[in-house]
């Protein structure tokens, strides 16, 4: 039965929070649920298809290609965002939120404060539906409704992952954008399969298109604030962002990129044993499985968390932290493991720019390296066991940034494939995956520890859980390519 209460109302059309307000009448309804035939007729086609149509029907504004907000007089931008349901009934971000068109030859002369980009969301209306697969846009339940206001801090760090991609551009590299360059702000593959690649400035390569987007660990970001707040709706509109610990302020930011500010807080470390960065840091040393990654984070954090997970930064940006030990040849002493395989999800997607290892492989990496000093021992106090451990001596060796090339993601969309295979032959087992020996850079094995430990299997049942892996050789390569730097 239609919901036509709406229609009784009115909002004020320069005023976000009005728009805000009204779009509450979405919410637990769909387009046919409110409109009736009048949103089968005027069913819209492609990505943008369902936007346009709250745009026109709910709102009443007429569709165009305008470069500001849609909702222009208040500077609000519509964003229609899908949510998909998982089988424990939690919701998680299907896609990262598609912001506008990338023009490569428009880009290189325009700044971020003059772009497209920052006049359409700076202030947006996010509105997250549930997407079914072959189920009719009009036919989409509305979930959640927020108002989003990007924080200072969030600008200025978008400012910078604007400039990174601008400056790829300019140099002829717009073929080998990635979206592991930047932090929230990412150059996400669009269009579709057969389209032809796009010419760039300074160079006679041909580029395949690309929008700005903010990627899907921000968008998670956003989602959190909600379904934290127990209610259908958040806003943060002219309210002071908050988060669990910043790792830089917006004043640092004024002077120098993220980057740059996290390496210089390790440069007084490089070259200390485990012992002298505790003293340095001026805590006590202690026995533990994930000590080196607790004063990784704390000289990252400025002393303020051995978690740098539960940073603002890397909670919107997605970086990976990882800490690596060499053995004394250069090689980690160990392959690096990720999360456990999400068979659900590879089963149900067969998109690999929309997958979750898509998404896990182009973030930007933040590798940590620990060298061993021959015949150099430290001593630690075991509280547990009230005895002390010996062992080898590690000097922090170097720490960078690093982004997957593209040449590794394209290996990496096999080793997709090939898993995905698995899953939808109900073949998840060790025989059906990469292994080591496969020299292949990536390869799939367990990591829990107990064997009863299981996962949903999307097939029926229950099967055992393995999690994605960096061969160690392919870890080396990684540390020796940042030898010159």
Not at 35 to 48: H, M, P, S, V
Not at 173 to 190: F, I, N, P, Q, V
Not at 290 to 319: C, P, Q, R
């Amino acid at each position: 039965m239609k919901n036509l209460s709406f229609k009784n109302d009115k909002f004020d059309r320069t005023n976000p929070l009005s728009i805000f307000n009204y779009s509450r009448y979405l919410i637990g309804n769909s387009l046919r649920s409110l409109l009736g035939n009048k949103a089968i007729k005027q069913k819209r086609k492609g990505k943008g298809g369902l936007g346009q149509m709250v745009e026109e029907l709910f709102f009443n504004y007429e569709v165009n290609n305008n470069p500001e907000a849609d909702f222009s007089e208040a500077h609000v931008e519509l964003k229609c965002t899908p949510l998909l349901k998982t089988k424990d009934n939690s919701f998680r971000i299907k896609e990262r939120l598609v912001c506008t068109m990338i023009d490569y030859f428009e880009i290189i002369e325009t700044s971020f404060e003059d772009s497209h980009l920052i006049s359409k969301c700076q202030l947006m209306l996010l509105l997250f539906y549930l997407h079914i697969h072959g189920e009719a846009i009009y036919d989409y339940e509305f979930l959640f409704r927020v108002l989003w206001q990007l924080p200072e801090k969030d600008l200025q760090l978008i400012k910078q992952d604007y400039q990174t991609i601008v400056n790829k551009v300019k140099r002829g590299e717009a073929h080998l954008l990635s979206e592991g360059d930047t932090l929230y702000l990412g150059a996400c593959r669009k269009g579709q399969k057969g389209d032809k690649p796009q010419s760039q400035p300074n160079s006679k390569i041909k580029a395949p298109k690309r929008a700005f987007s903010l990627k899907p660990a921000y968008m998670r970001y956003i989602l959190n604030h909600v379904l934290e707040s127990g209610k259908d709706y958040y806003t943060n509109y002219r309210e002071k962002d908050s988060a669990a610990f910043e790792l830089v302020s917006n004043q640092d930011l004024k002077h120098n990129s993220f980057e740059n500010i996290i390496l210089n807080r390790f440069r007084p470390f490089i070259g200390l044993d485990y012992i002298q960065i505790c003293n340095k840091l001026g805590i006590k040393p202690y026995h533990s499985k994930n000590k080196y990654a607790d004063i990784a984070a704390l000289i990252a954090s400025n002393h303020e968390s051995k978690k740098l997970k539960d940073s603002e930064e890397f909670i919107k940006s997605g970086i990976i932290m990882k800490t690596i030990r060499l053995q004394e040849n250069g090689k980690p002493k160990e392959s690096m493991s990720f999360k456990n395989i999400d068979y659900t999800e590879i089963y149900e997607n067969d998109d690999w720019f929309e997958s979750e290892i898509y998404e896990l492989f182009t973030n930007k990496f933040m590798f940590v390296v620990f060298k061993p000093i021959k015949g150099k021992e430290i001593r630690i106090y075991n509280n547990k066991t009230k005895e002390w451990i010996i062992e080898t001596a590690y000097v922090l060796d170097k720490v960078f940034f690093w982004t997957m090339p593209s040449k590794d993601l394209d290996i990496a969309k096999e080793y997709w494939k090939n898993i995905r295979k698995a899953v939808l032959e109900n073949k998840i087992k060790p025989s059906s995956f990469w292994s080591i020996g496969d020299h292949k850079k990536f390869h799939v094995r367990p990591k829990a520890r107990v064997k009863s430990d299981k996962a949903i299997n999307p097939n029926g049942g229950l099967c055992d859980k393995f999690c994605y892996w960096f061969n160690a050789d392919y870890v080396k390569e990684i540390i020796d390519s940042k030898k010159d730097e």
